[in-house]
């Protein structure tokens, strides 16, 4: 009896699935379309508690270590994360300044080259122009067809100028909502904290929730260490391009640095961005001078990809250098940049629940770490030398 009933529900569980697949496959579309809407409506929440999660690691720092008290602390990281984009901006912009005023300079010389050029087509014009007559080009179709693709650019520039304008305000909107969002989430974070464990000890098991609480905070210490470590190293990445430009006399020395710092916070490839920046801002000084900073780039790439990234990103998050490498590239080949910035960590709490499973396993089965040691074996290798 109890097998029938045992066949009766695991057929009535197939057909429910089956049903459900059914439907799922049948309106796939209209659930893609109101995932998308979903997480539009969801987008400046989520904005908020990732501006909460990254302006809480100096503010927890500063409470726990320097003892303050939460609004010190929250008003004293707003005053850091500020700080930080004033200086940024007050170097970047006079010497972009500069920059476009040294480009503008160069026009008048570009304008001679050009006029010369133009002079030296004198003595081909005759000919092209008895090629051209000879093809019996109909010019008065060609100015009506290029005036009117200029009044369909015209239009287009207007309707993209009032989509500019829609999005601008629309990510102002955003931006503001999230903001506060994220104010009332780092001030009420212990609170949320306790609601969110209420709501999984009342749908899961016990033992689940301690599980999913575990893995949220080892997700949560990751992400940290994570966004810790690409600071310090970009800040390392741009004073050692700083210091290196100054000592071998290059120019834009500081801005170079300064946005080559920017840019590295793109694991591993970002800093290339930096590079075409500064190849372009010193080539119009002086071409050799711009080939020496490439040069001098790529040494210094070495220095950091080989030494400093994997030690400080990768020893942040415990994931090991080879690791780190090919959750770069493979987030980077999936998601774009911010495949590279989060894969990252991600990988990191995947290995750690990946070695976690795996030490689980030889500790049931009861298999002594003498056999898969590999400093055991050199140890062991060692003592039968001698």
Request: proline fraction near 3%; aromatic fraction near 14%; include cysteine.
């Amino acid at each position: 009896m109890n097998e029938k009933n045992g066949n009766k529900t695991g057929l009535l569980s197939t057909i429910i699935l089956s049903i459900t697949f059914y439907f799922l496959l049948r309106n796939f579309s209209i659930i893609i379309e109101s995932a998308a809407y979903l997480l539009s409506v969801l987008f400046p929440f989520l904005f908020g508690g990732a501006i909460a999660f990254v302006l809480n690691i100096p503010m927890k720092t500063f409470e726990k270590k320097l003892k303050m008290k939460r609004m010190l602390a929250f008003l004293l990281t707003l005053l850091l994360f500020f700080a930080v984009i004033f200086l940024v901006m007050f170097i970047v912009i006079p010497e972009l300044i500069s920059t476009v005023n040294s480009l503008i300079t160069q026009i008048p010389k570009a304008f001679y080259t050009v006029q010369a050029w133009a002079e030296d087509l004198d003595d081909t014009l005759p000919a092209m122009l008895t090629i051209t007559e000879s093809m019996n080009i109909n010019w008065s179709k060609i100015s009506e067809e290029a005036v009117s693709l200029l009044q369909s650019a015209g239009s287009g520039i207007l309707n993209s100028t009032f989509s500019i304008v829609s999005g601008i305000a629309s990510a102002v909107l955003t931006f503001f909502v999230g903001f506060t969002f994220s104010i009332y989430a780092l001030f009420q974070k212990e609170k949320l904290s306790i609601q969110v464990q209420k709501i999984l000890y009342a749908f899961l098991s016990e033992k689940k929730s301690k599980r999913v609480i575990e893995i949220g905070r080892l997700t949560s210490d990751t992400f940290e260490h994570f966004l810790s470590g690409q600071c310090v190293e970009a800040m390392i990445l741009g004073l050692m391009f700083f210091i290196s430009m100054s000592i071998f006399r290059l120019p834009y020395a500081l801005l170079t640095g300064v946005v080559i710092a920017v840019t590295a916070l793109i694991p591993v490839f970002g800093a290339f961005i930096g590079l075409v920046i500064g190849s372009f801002l010193i080539v119009m000084v002086s071409p050799i001078q711009a080939l020496g900073f490439v040069v001098l780039f790529f040494v210094l790439q070495q220095i950091e990809g080989n030494l400093i990234y994997p030690r400080v990103v990768g020893g942040s998050v415990g994931l090991p250098s080879i690791w780190v490498l090919a959750a770069v590239t493979i987030g980077g080949k999936l998601f774009g940049v911010a495949g590279m910035f989060l894969f990252i960590p991600v990988c990191s709490v995947l290995y750690a629940l990946f070695r976690e499973f795996v030490f689980d396993k030889l500790k049931r089965k009861k298999i002594p770490q003498t056999i898969w040691s590999i400093e055991q074996d050199k140890k062991d290798f060692v003592e039968e030398a001698e």
